[in-house]
């Protein structure tokens, strides 16, 4: 190789060093403003994600909120049903000709207005009679207690031993009944 293919050569190399030493800020640059593009989209997603979970968060927070309004007397109600299950029980157990009896007018009179009254509360606060009679037995609101021999359609309902109540939705106690079986 002569002298100028040297030289040239040379030559060539430095140019070369001095465009990649140009293009090397371009590059790095480059680079540079591609990973600020990836942490600004990791950036977006984490802001989208927790936004999204404070929406959950608020969503859960009415919906419990809500629940807390809507059923906080539950265990008021279970207990107070057994007071209703009571004057039912007394004003059937008060035969016919003690109705009539003018001595007993008051008392009779007296506690069917409290029957009244207080299935006016029971309907005021969303608490509702199970239907139990003649329907199909549901497990979701009656308790089968007994298995009887009927003409009825087996899983139909014959007998109704303690009502049932729902508080709105919800079970606030299943209706204890007795089911039809086919005869035998």
């Known amino acids: 190789m002569t002298e100028d293919d040297k030289s040239e050569t040379l030559d060539t190399a430095g140019d070369l ?9 371009e590059l790095a640059e480059h680079d540079r403003l591609a990973e600020l ?10 802001v989208m994600y927790a936004h999204a979970e404070a929406q959950n968060v608020r969503r859960r927070a009415e919906k419990e909120a809500g629940d807390a309004r809507n059923y906080a007397v539950t ?3 279970r207990d107070i049903l057994s007071v209703a299950d009571n004057l039912d029980r007394g004003l059937s157990a008060i035969p016919d000709e003690l109705r009539g009896d003018e001595r007993l007018k008051g008392l ?11 299935d006016a ?9 199970i239907a139990a009679m003649g329907e199909t037995l549901d497990p979701n609101k009656h308790q089968a207690m007994l298995e009887l021999p009927s ?21 606030l106690r299943p209706s204890m009944v007795g089911v039809a079986k086919k005869g035998e």
């Not at 009779?108 to 207080?118: D, S």
């Not at 509360?121 to 009679?129: A, D, H």
């Open 37 to 46: 593009e990836g942490e600004l989209a990791e950036a977006k997603a984490a």
């Open 75 to 77: 265990a008021f109600s």
């Open 17 to 25: 060093r001095e465009a990649t030493a140009e293009a090397a800020p």
């Open 151 to 171: 003409d009825a359609a087996p899983g139909t309902i014959i007998q109704e031993m303690q009502a049932g109540y729902m508080l709105k939705d919800r079970l």
């Open 121 to 129: 509360v029971f309907q005021r606060n969303g608490i509702v009679k």
């Open 108 to 118: 009779i009179v007296g506690l069917e207005a409290t029957k009244r009254e207080l």
